[in-house]
């Protein structure tokens, strides 16, 4: 029997605000357990949240991007339930009045797992959102042998809800809808989102049920993925688990469920609370939030996106849609592109150092782009020294391997290691006449009909000009002298 899969998405964010969302203690990673901590966010008596207004416009912004509406009122509510992890035992947090809703999330080819970017069941699809909501992280729970830590550093921190509409089919899609979506919120400068960091999560609600089925299977919500790959995975295991218990017969139930990376399984933690055993209601220490005060500062911080940006690399760069793809899926190398093809006539052969050449040095070297030794405008320098034929492209591997390792300019490393081009005919003929005359047999050959042998030749004539020859002068010149 063939099985339907459908999956949503619940994205938590953590916004990139100097302080939390309800108080003052500062947003920092790394900092030693319970050290930005105050009476607000520890949930202490008589202490009063003050709304992060950078936070609120954060979200708006994030909307924005994503094409939602954006509500005219929004209020905060508080979700009451017993979790170590809360100080309060209720979280502040949106219900009915969320500042965004509807709005959709693009997928593109580079977005999806190198081995499913040749076999997209739907291009250009666009997954649908819910709502964006905004609310408070909570404290972050350490494991040992026989007790739990809590760190309150975290809790309070300001975090955004995204929510899809359960339409996406497959792992691969779900992992292409993580990728694209963490890409707009860097682009944005919402949030640095990275996972390692906790600063991006995913839960994901997923069911199987036949292809005869109209209605949905049973929602099982795999908590708390913290990695892009992990989530493709979950969901991989998930899917065949869920399968394999309808075709035994085994009716499923809604649950909540973890993912044990070492194992490469889910298991189960507990079953799925629904909205009404959270018993929200609106917090009573907060105004609702008018958005109109929010919307020109947001409109006026909107980023050239992603999908713009490629489209504008391809018109203006001349560069192919899978090039402009790779520039611009990380920000910080389309920047670094965009600032050495400024104003450069070659553009297309600086992608191409940058897309091969850099790209790989960086990798060797455990670097990232923006440690990169060479400046972006020496790329023009290098490009226009092979262009103009004073030096060979052989040449000028050799030159940006220097570049590299010493960050000097391609033009400095010809003149101190002494390798231009060698382009005067003269001094070329003069070594074609000492290999023709040192070499019978393969000038006897190439008159023969041999044209093989004229590398040998050509490669003579490169050793005693220890490899500054224009070759390809070389070779019309040897094969002028031997007609």
């Not at 936070?55 to 994030?62: D, I, N, S």
């Not at 090039?323 to 050495?340: I, P, R, S």
């Amino acid at each position: 029997m063939r099985y339907i899969t459908t999956i949503g998405l619940e994205v938590h964010v953590q916004l990139k605000t100097r302080s939390k969302m309800f108080c003052a203690c500062p947003v920092e990673f790394g900092a030693a357990p319970n050290t930005y901590t105050c009476p607000t966010c520890l949930g202490l008596p008589g202490a009063l949240p003050v709304m992060n207004h950078e936070a609120l416009r954060m979200t708006v912004l994030t909307g924005l991007m994503l094409d939602c509406d954006i509500a005219e009122i929004c209020k905060f509510d508080r979700k009451n339930y017993f979790y170590p992890d809360m100080p309060k035992n209720y979280q502040i947090s949106q219900y009915d009045l969320p500042l965004c809703t509807n709005g959709r999330v693009p997928l593109h080819d580079l977005a999806y797992p190198k081995d499913a970017q040749k076999s997209i069941a739907t291009p250009d699809k666009e997954v649908r959102l819910v709502r964006i909501h905004l609310e408070e992280d909570v404290a972050k729970s350490f494991h040992f042998e026989t007790s739990t830590g809590i760190d309150f550093n975290r809790a309070g921190t300001p975090l955004m809800e995204i929510v899809t509409q359960p339409e996406i089919a497959s792992p691969e899609e779900a992992f292409a809808f993580v990728t694209s979506l963490k890409q707009i919120l860097i682009y944005g400068g919402v949030s640095d989102a990275d996972m390692e960091k906790g600063q991006l999560r995913c839960d994901c609600n997923v069911s199987v049920r036949p292809e005869t089925q109209a209605e949905l299977g049973a929602k099982i919500e795999i908590k708390n993925m913290n990695s892009i790959s992990g989530v493709r995975r979950a969901l991989a295991f998930e899917i065949q688990r869920q399968i394999a218990a309808l075709e035994r017969g085994q009716k499923l139930e809604q649950e909540t469920r973890g993912w044990d990376d070492g194992a490469s399984a889910t298991f189960l933690m507990r079953t799925k609370e629904s909205a009404h055993d959270y018993r929200y209601f609106p917090d009573p220490d907060l105004v609702p939030v008018k958005s109109d005060v929010l919307l020109p500062d947001a409109r006026a911080r909107l980023p050239e996106l992603p999908k713009q940006k490629r489209a504008r690399f391809i018109r203006d760069y001349e560069v192919t849609p899978y090039d402009a793809g790779v520039l611009a899926d990380d920000l910080d190398l389309a920047k670094y592109f965009e600032t050495a093809a400024h104003g450069s006539k070659k553009l297309k052969a600086i992608a191409n150092w940058i897309l091969n050449d850099l790209q790989s040095a960086l990798t060797t070297a455990g670097k990232t782009i923006t440690d990169c030794p060479i400046p972006p405008a020496a790329f023009d320098e290098l490009v226009r020294l092979i262009d103009s034929g004073k030096i060979s492209g052989k040449q000028g591997k050799e030159v940006f391997a220097a570049m590299f390792a010493s960050g000097k300019g391609a033009g400095t490393i010809v003149k101190e290691k002494g390798i231009e081009q060698l382009n005067d005919s003269g001094a070329i003929e003069a070594l074609a006449d000492q290999v023709i005359a040192a070499n019978p047999k393969p000038v006897a050959d190439f008159k023969a009909g041999n044209a093989a042998s004229l590398n040998f030749l050509k490669g003579q004539v490169m050793k005693l000009s220890k490899g500054k020859a224009n070759p390809q002068l070389a070779g019309e010149i040897l094969e002028r002298k031997l007609k």
